[in-house]
T-cell receptor, first 110, second 111 residues
Framework: KAGVTQTPRYLIKTRGQQVTLSCSPISGHRSVSWYQQTPGQGLQFLFEYFSETQRNKGNFPGRFSGRQFSNSRSEMNVSTLELGDSALYLC?????????FGPGTRLTVL | GEDVEQSLFLSVREGDSSVINCTYT??????LYWYKQEPGAGLQLLTYIFSNMDMKQDQRLTVLLNKKDKHLSLRIADTQTGDSAIYFC???????????FGAGTTVTVRA
């Protein structure tokens, strides 16, 4: 089976812009979670989607949003980018409480 | 809330065993995981253990769980240079798929 794929792998944006990241889960997995990884805060949970519904949400401002499509692919969006949003964004695909991560999207905000 | 703690650094000689320790506070933790992250890469699931187990072995990896003390460890036998990476301990409960991670232990393997 193919693993979790994330696009794009690298992204450079400027403050105030918005960005959309994409994640394709492992075939057959219906749950997709998103995490933010920064040197200062470590790995933090953003949100989780299952069958197109957000089931859980972390403590992030409303500028961070996501959605899931009927084929389980997921996107996350960050609006009005801030310098502090620079991070590695990781997507995880889940089956039976085991989460498999993609390679991540490295977002740099200038 | 959940809290997972790990020591930040470990240096080990090639061929020796590495032991990485982790403590957690959430008594409802049901699943405990170890992930490996190499530079510039995502997280690789190494192994996991259910809270009703106290040990799990998978090739060179041995996970020990002391549920009473909320202590988890990962032992890597015959450590190789390719084992140099950051290792994350994580926990979740049976109610959702949200993982709470430790800060990660940077393992350096020296010749």
């Amino acid at each position: 089976k193919a693993g979790v794929t994330q696009t794009p792998r690298y992204l450079i944006k400027t403050r105030g812009q918005q960005v959309t990241l994409s994640c394709s889960p492992i075939s057959g997995h219906r749950s997709v979670s998103w995490y933010q990884q920064t040197p200062g805060q470590g790995l933090q949970f953003l949100f989780e989607y299952f069958s197109e519904t957000q089931r859980n949400k972390g403590n992030f401002p409303g500028r961070f949003s996501g959605r899931q499509f009927s084929n389980s692919r997921s996107e996350m969006n960050v609006s009005t980018l801030e310098l502090g949003d620079s991070a590695l964004y990781l997507c995880a695909s889940s089956s039976q409480n085991t989460q498999y991560f993609g390679p991540g999207t490295r977002l740099t905000v200038l | 809330g959940e809290d997972v703690e790990q020591s930040l650094f470990l240096s080990v000689r090639e061929g020796d065993s590495s032991v990485i320790n982790c403590t957690y506070t959430d008594s409802s933790s049901t699943y405990l995981y170890w992930y490996k992250q190499e530079p510039g890469a995502g997280l690789q699931l190494l192994t996991y253990i259910f809270s009703n187990m106290d040990m799990k072995q998978d090739q060179r990896l041995t996970v020990l769980l002391n549920k009473k003390d909320k202590h988890l460890s990962l032992r890597i036998a015959d450590t190789q240079t390719g084992d140099s990476a950051i290792y994350f301990c994580a926990e979740s409960n049976s109610n959702d798929y949200k993982l709470s991670f430790g800060a990660g232990t940077t393992v350096t393997v020296r010749a």
